[in-house]
Protein backbone atom coordinates (compact mmCIF):
# COMPACT_ATOMS: atom_id res chain seq x y z
CA UNK A 1 0.00 0.00 0.00
CA UNK A 2 2.85 2.44 0.68
CA UNK A 3 4.18 1.61 -2.53
CA UNK A 4 1.14 2.37 -4.25
CA UNK A 5 1.32 5.70 -2.46
CA UNK A 6 4.94 6.78 -3.78
CA UNK A 7 4.13 5.33 -7.22
CA UNK A 8 0.45 8.00 -7.51
CA UNK A 9 2.99 10.78 -5.66
CA UNK A 10 5.21 10.63 -8.63
CA UNK A 11 3.43 10.70 -11.44
CA UNK A 12 1.05 13.36 -9.91
CA UNK A 13 4.44 15.17 -9.80
CA UNK A 14 5.26 14.06 -13.19
CA UNK A 15 2.27 15.54 -14.05
CA UNK A 16 2.61 19.30 -12.53
CA UNK A 17 5.96 19.34 -14.50
CA UNK A 18 4.87 18.64 -17.80
CA UNK A 19 2.05 20.59 -17.43
CA UNK A 20 4.23 23.77 -16.58
CA UNK A 21 6.50 23.00 -19.38
CA UNK A 22 4.01 22.85 -21.69
CA UNK A 23 2.70 26.17 -20.66
CA UNK A 24 5.94 28.14 -20.64
CA UNK A 25 6.24 27.29 -24.36
CA UNK A 26 4.96 29.46 -27.06
CA UNK A 27 2.69 28.17 -29.98
CA UNK A 28 3.14 30.54 -33.18
CA UNK A 29 0.50 29.42 -35.61
CA UNK A 30 1.25 28.89 -39.26
CA UNK A 31 -0.12 29.43 -42.49
CA UNK A 32 -0.24 26.75 -45.18
CA UNK A 33 1.79 29.24 -47.35
CA UNK A 34 4.36 28.88 -44.57
CA UNK A 35 4.27 25.56 -44.71
CA UNK A 36 4.95 24.74 -47.98
CA UNK A 37 7.77 27.43 -48.17
CA UNK A 38 8.94 25.56 -45.27
CA UNK A 39 8.86 22.11 -47.06
CA UNK A 40 10.42 23.54 -49.80
CA UNK A 41 13.70 24.62 -48.45
CA UNK A 42 14.14 21.58 -46.58
CA UNK A 43 13.60 19.07 -49.22
CA UNK A 44 16.41 17.59 -50.57
CA UNK A 45 15.80 15.68 -53.53
CA UNK A 46 17.90 12.01 -53.99
CA UNK A 47 18.34 9.85 -57.06
CA UNK A 48 19.86 7.00 -56.30
CA UNK A 49 22.69 5.78 -58.51
CA UNK A 50 21.29 3.22 -61.33
CA UNK A 51 22.61 -0.45 -60.64
CA UNK A 52 24.40 -2.66 -63.55
CA UNK A 53 25.44 -5.82 -63.90
CA UNK A 54 27.16 -6.87 -67.82
CA UNK A 55 26.68 -3.02 -68.81
CA UNK A 56 22.99 -2.97 -68.15
CA UNK A 57 20.62 -1.24 -65.94
CA UNK A 58 19.08 -4.00 -63.67
CA UNK A 59 16.81 -1.88 -61.00
CA UNK A 60 13.75 -2.61 -62.93
CA UNK A 61 14.64 -6.25 -63.80
CA UNK A 62 14.66 -9.07 -61.92
CA UNK A 63 18.10 -11.36 -62.01
CA UNK A 64 18.17 -14.67 -62.42
CA UNK A 65 21.95 -16.72 -62.05
CA UNK A 66 22.07 -20.88 -62.62
CA UNK A 67 24.66 -22.93 -64.59
CA UNK A 68 24.06 -24.66 -67.30
CA UNK A 69 22.43 -28.70 -66.36
CA UNK A 70 23.85 -31.34 -67.99
CA UNK A 71 22.58 -32.05 -71.55
CA UNK A 72 20.63 -28.77 -71.43
CA UNK A 73 20.73 -26.40 -74.65
CA UNK A 74 19.68 -22.71 -75.12
CA UNK A 75 16.53 -23.38 -76.31
CA UNK A 76 15.86 -25.27 -72.77
CA UNK A 77 17.29 -22.34 -70.77
CA UNK A 78 14.82 -19.83 -72.67
CA UNK A 79 11.41 -21.39 -73.10
CA UNK A 80 11.36 -21.34 -69.34
CA UNK A 81 11.42 -17.69 -69.21
CA UNK A 82 9.03 -16.91 -72.23
CA UNK A 83 10.95 -16.66 -75.21
CA UNK A 84 9.21 -18.48 -78.40
CA UNK A 85 10.80 -20.98 -80.24
CA UNK A 86 10.66 -18.05 -83.07
CA UNK A 87 13.01 -15.54 -80.88
CA UNK A 88 15.30 -18.76 -79.92
CA UNK A 89 16.04 -19.68 -83.51
CA UNK A 90 16.13 -16.33 -84.37
CA UNK A 91 18.52 -15.70 -81.74
CA UNK A 92 21.23 -18.63 -82.61
CA UNK A 93 20.97 -17.09 -86.48
CA UNK A 94 21.92 -13.87 -85.04
CA UNK A 95 25.07 -15.54 -82.92
CA UNK A 96 26.35 -16.93 -85.94
CA UNK A 97 30.04 -15.52 -86.44
CA UNK A 98 30.38 -14.35 -82.69
CA UNK A 99 29.38 -17.25 -80.36
CA UNK A 100 28.15 -20.70 -81.28
CA UNK A 101 24.77 -21.76 -79.00
CA UNK A 102 25.38 -25.23 -79.93
CA UNK A 103 28.80 -25.01 -77.35
CA UNK A 104 26.69 -23.93 -74.49
CA UNK A 105 28.94 -26.09 -72.05
CA UNK A 106 27.54 -28.36 -68.76
CA UNK A 107 28.22 -26.10 -65.31
CA UNK A 108 28.59 -22.56 -67.12
CA UNK A 109 27.00 -20.10 -65.41
CA UNK A 110 24.46 -18.00 -66.79
CA UNK A 111 22.61 -14.93 -66.02
CA UNK A 112 19.00 -13.96 -66.98
CA UNK A 113 17.70 -10.93 -66.59
CA UNK A 114 13.68 -10.62 -66.68
CA UNK A 115 10.98 -8.04 -66.28
CA UNK A 116 9.43 -8.05 -62.74
CA UNK A 117 6.29 -9.23 -64.44
CA UNK A 118 3.65 -12.42 -63.80
CA UNK A 119 5.32 -13.97 -66.55
CA UNK A 120 8.95 -13.34 -65.96
CA UNK A 121 10.21 -12.93 -69.60
CA UNK A 122 13.65 -12.42 -70.16
CA UNK A 123 15.23 -9.25 -71.74
CA UNK A 124 19.39 -10.73 -71.67
CA UNK A 125 20.90 -13.43 -71.17
CA UNK A 126 24.33 -13.40 -70.22
CA UNK A 127 26.47 -16.45 -70.89
CA UNK A 128 30.51 -17.16 -69.32
CA UNK A 129 32.34 -19.35 -71.69
CA UNK A 130 35.05 -18.62 -69.11
CA UNK A 131 36.05 -16.65 -66.22
CA UNK A 132 37.48 -14.12 -68.25
CA UNK A 133 34.53 -13.87 -71.49
CA UNK A 134 30.91 -13.57 -71.59
CA UNK A 135 28.27 -13.65 -74.22
CA UNK A 136 25.12 -11.06 -74.07
CA UNK A 137 22.16 -12.22 -75.77
CA UNK A 138 20.13 -9.36 -75.60
CA UNK A 139 16.24 -10.68 -76.60
CA UNK A 140 14.77 -7.49 -77.45
CA UNK A 141 12.94 -6.67 -80.42
CA UNK A 142 16.31 -6.18 -82.58
CA UNK A 143 17.68 -9.54 -81.42
CA UNK A 144 21.42 -8.70 -80.95
CA UNK A 145 24.20 -11.32 -80.05
CA UNK A 146 28.00 -9.21 -78.57
CA UNK A 147 30.76 -11.12 -76.90
CA UNK A 148 32.77 -9.15 -73.68
CA UNK A 149 35.95 -9.82 -72.26
CA UNK A 150 35.65 -8.88 -68.81
CA UNK A 151 38.08 -6.47 -67.15
CA UNK A 152 41.16 -7.38 -65.36
CA UNK A 153 42.65 -6.08 -62.81
CA UNK A 154 46.28 -7.37 -62.36
CA UNK A 155 47.84 -6.71 -58.86
CA UNK A 156 50.77 -7.71 -57.39
CA UNK A 157 52.10 -7.89 -53.85
CA UNK A 158 55.20 -8.60 -52.01
CA UNK A 159 56.16 -11.03 -49.45
CA UNK A 160 59.70 -11.14 -47.97
CA UNK A 161 61.23 -12.89 -44.62
CA UNK A 162 64.22 -13.78 -43.18
CA UNK A 163 65.15 -17.20 -41.71
CA UNK A 164 67.41 -17.76 -39.69
Do not use: W
Not at 27 to 55: C, N
Amino acid sequence: MKKLGVLVGILIGAGIVIHQVIDSMEFTPVQPEQVAEMAADTLVSVTPEPTYLYGIVIDSLEVVTDKVKRNQNLSEILSDFNISHEQIYNLANASKGVFDVRKIGYRKPYTLLCEKDSLNTARYMVYEPSLTEYVLFDLGDSIQVTYHQKEIQVVEREVSGTID
